[in-house]
């Protein structure tokens, strides 16, 4: 099974990585630190990899993509298995002050992740097989005061892999959006984590595959999420206005 | 600028203890020398799993950094059976290791659950059910990297920086971050376990089957019925267990099966309850030996099938109370605790009765000693809880004992500084820039 992974020094990206190397996988990770690279590349191998190549890029730079993916196809030949799950949890008040970090956050949360897929389809839908996740978030669910900034970009991902999905399931490609509550990951180090809605990468992981391999088109995780955002979106706006989610 | 973030919610196992933190998240140890100039004059400590049940995991106010992201196997040689990995790796994912290379190699010390880190591993020198053969945790690290607060990295081992891997080894967090460790794994014929369960009726009897099993059995522990009173003080289960080859395939490595969501009201666990269960659990056992083979995971974590159990305590959480009674005096003084606990009459569920051999670990502040250790939970009552340890510590204490830190939430300097007379050279070995909750309370500072 040959798997390429962009954003993969996310702690929930190793996490899957981790269920994939110890099938013996072989991998090619793009990340933008090297020094990270090499640690999370040997601990895979020790997991069990068959092969770990790296390349760092910096994925906001739209123009690396389409260099990577073919880097991607020929260390691996087949792209059997592909994750997009770099991403930045915006400091919304940052992004209301100017349009620059508003643009820029949008640009790493969407664009980005759009454009590595535009190309990665092509590649997959020449190959008639393989599977496709895309970690969007239920913050993309709906627009809220506190997060509507990453919020629109991920909700703008969510559309695109729809769409995604649609065009590539005639060609027997999968493709997954993945919507995690929250996850105790560095990437939320500044919320208390108490209580029974947190879920551990691992935990998200064993979700994320399992919807790769099963072909899930939307997979909330932990299942519960699915229900609680049913919720939220049909409180009425004007109870919503007043909260301060 | 904005690593470290005011938290309450790190709790200990015991959650006894509510403090804010200023809580650091890396998620790879690049960031640690960053963390460390913004602690600015305030302590650090490190956490693991949070798998301690008092305050020695807790910096009340001041700074903790959480390791868990530091989880990256840094290599293992599956022909020596050394693993190289950073301090968040957790004795989970060395057993999922085990088991991906045909069950050959194996924990060398494990304690009761998997979900502890290396870093936490050694930090307490833990210890297993197989004390008697191959000591502490801290018998088996080769080496390992230790960052000091001021960002400087030293390898420590047996013959390097020697002081420092001895106060490192049992050392509660305080002498620095333990960034990685290389540890030996031990060779095993496989992972299931040929286990026997003993019931006994005395504690007399325990002493004698202990004896008898340390020889031909890797791992002896016994479960006792703390209610229990007079002639049946002690009695319980005796467990003996070893590796065995099998042609089976490798057991499942399992997560809790069902967990705690929330907090339990605190009568679901009183005095009438816990007689039932008890007297229930006590006699499932046969008092004929039965032998079977079993996975190694029901055998050796029975408590890690069920998820935040430690909230079956209610709001006020609990006390574990764990202490070793050197040989010369364990009869008596085993007795006398088990009775002030069955008078009593609070003690928990089950209490975990076992010996420990005579092998040195390295560690300076190391729990273990030659003799026996018991181990029980109580629930939080407030004052009466306090006073009934304390009446145990003076047990402890005239028996010539001491009490675990990984355990501790609430003993006195004096009795800590008498259980660890060392404790002054450990002292000097301490980085300044770290400290506890718990070592403000029984360490330098504190009135002896
Ligand atoms: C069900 C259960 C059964 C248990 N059974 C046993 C047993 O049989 N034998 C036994 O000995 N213990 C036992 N314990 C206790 C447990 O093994 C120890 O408390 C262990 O240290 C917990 O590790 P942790 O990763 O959760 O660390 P934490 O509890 O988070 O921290 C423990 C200590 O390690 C330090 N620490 C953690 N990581 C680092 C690091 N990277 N660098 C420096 N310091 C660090 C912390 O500062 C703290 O002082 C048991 C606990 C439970 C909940
Ligand atoms: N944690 C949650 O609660 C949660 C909830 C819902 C959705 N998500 C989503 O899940 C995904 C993974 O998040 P995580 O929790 O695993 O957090 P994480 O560990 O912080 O991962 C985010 C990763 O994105 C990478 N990244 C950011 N900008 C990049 C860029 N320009 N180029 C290359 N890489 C870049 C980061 O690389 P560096 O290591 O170099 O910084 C980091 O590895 C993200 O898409 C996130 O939005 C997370």
């Given amino acids: 099974m040959n798997m390429v992974i962009f954003g993969a020094t996310s702690a929930i990206a190793q996490a899957v990585a981790r269920l994939y190397a110890k099938k013996g996988a072989r991998f090619f990770l793009v990340a933008r630190n090297d020094e990270r690279l090499a640690i999370v590349a040997a601990d895979l191998r020790a997991r069990g990899a068959a092969q770990v190549e790296t390349a760092n890029a910096d994925l906001a730079d739209l123009s690396l993509h389409a260099n990577l993916v073919a880097r991607a196809q020929s260390a691996l030949g087949a792209l059997d298995r592909v994750l997009v799950a770099h991403g930045t949890l915006t400091n919304q ?87 995690p509550g929250f996850v105790d990951t560095p990437m939320t180090a500044g919320l208390a984590k108490a209580g029974p809605l947190w879920a551990t990468p691992a935990k998200v992981a064993a979700d994320i595959k399992a919807a790769m391999e099963g072909g899930a088109a939307i997979l909330y995780t932990p299942w519960f999420w699915r229900w609680i955002m049913l919720i939220i979106r049909s409180v009425p706006d004007a109870v919503f206005r007043r909260t301060r989610l | 600028m904005d690593a470290l973030h005011q938290r309450k919610d790190a709790l200990s196992w015991g959650r006894a203890h509510h403090f804010t933190h200023h809580i650091a998240q890396p998620a790879f140890a690049d960031e640690l020398p960053t963390i460390l100039k913004e602690r600015g004059a305030r302590p650090v400590l490190a956490r693991g799993l949070g798998r301690s049940y008092g305050d020695s995991g807790l910096n009340a ?86 960052m000091r607060s001021d960002g400087t990295v030293l390898t420590c081992s047996p013959d390097e920086n020697t002081a420092l891997f001895r106060a490192t080894v049992g050392g509660m967090g305080l002498t620095g971050l333990i960034l990685s460790a290389r540890i030996a794994l031990k060779s095993v014929p496989g992972l299931w376990v040929e286990n026997e369960d003993i019931r006994y009726d005395t504690l007399d009897e325990f002493y004698a089957l202990t004896n008898d099993s340390l020889e031909g059995w890797e791992y002896t522990v016994a479960w006792i019925d703390c209610l229990a009173r007079g002639q049946a003080t002690g009695r319980g289960i005796f467990s003996r267990s070893r590796h065995i080859a099998s042609s089976r395939p490798a057991p499942p490595i399992r997560d809790p099966r069902i967990a705690l969501p929330v907090n339990l009201p605190n009568i679901a666990l009183n005095k009438i309850t816990m007689a039932a269960f008890n007297a229930l659990y006590i006699r499932r056992a046969r008092r004929k030996p039965t032998r079977k083979a079993v996975p190694f995971d029901g055998a050796f974590y029975p408590l890690d099938a069920i998820g935040q159990f430690n909230r079956l305590y209610g709001r006020r959480g609990f006390y574990q109370y764990q202490c070793v009674i050197p040989t010369r005096v364990e009869r008596d003084a085993t007795r006398a605790l088990l009775s002030e606990i069955s008078q009593a009459g609070v003690g928990s569920f089950l209490a975990v009765l076992k010996t420990f051999g005579d092998k040195l670990s390295p560690g300076l502040m190391s729990f273990p000693m030659p003799g026996t250790t018991l181990a029980l939970d109580f629930a939080n009552a407030g004052a009466s809880t306090l006073a009934l340890l304390s009446r145990l510590d003076a047990i402890t204490r005239a028996a010539g004992g001491r009490i675990y830190a990984a355990k501790d939430g609430r003993v006195s300097a004096a009795d800590f500084q008498a259980g660890y007379p060392q404790w002054t050279d450990f002292a000097r070995l301490i980085d300044p820039g770290f400290s506890s909750s718990f070592w403000r309370r029984v360490g330098a500072g504190a009135a002896a």
């Fill in chain 1, 93 to 179: 008040r940052a992004a209301e002050t100017g349009a620059d970090v508003m643009a820029q956050e949008i640009g790493v949360n969407f664009l980005s992740a759009a454009s590595l897929l535009t190309h990665v389809a092509n590649v997959m839908e020449l190959q008639r097989a393989g599977s496709i996740a895309v970690i969007g978030s239920v913050a993309g669910d709906r627009g809220r005061q506190s997060n509507y900034v990453y919020g629109s970009a991920k909700a703008g991902l969510g559309v695109f892999v729809q769409g995604l999905r649609h065009r590539m399931s005639r060609h027997g490609v999968n493709v997954t959006l993945v919507k």
């Fill in chain 2, 61 to 146: 106010d001041n700074v903790l950094i959480d390791m868990r992201a530091l989880d990256h196997v840094r290599g293992f040689n599956p022909d020596t059976g050394v693993l190289d990995a950073e301090a968040g790796v957790t004795l989970k994912d060395i057993l999922e290791l085990c088991a991906q290379y045909e069950g050959r190699w194996f924990l060398p010390v494990t304690p009761g659950t998997k979900f502890v880190t290396l870093g936490g591993a050694i930090a307490n020198d833990v210890h297993g059910k197989n004390h008697h053969g191959a000591g502490c945790f801290g018998n088996h690290v080769l080496s390992l990297r230790l």
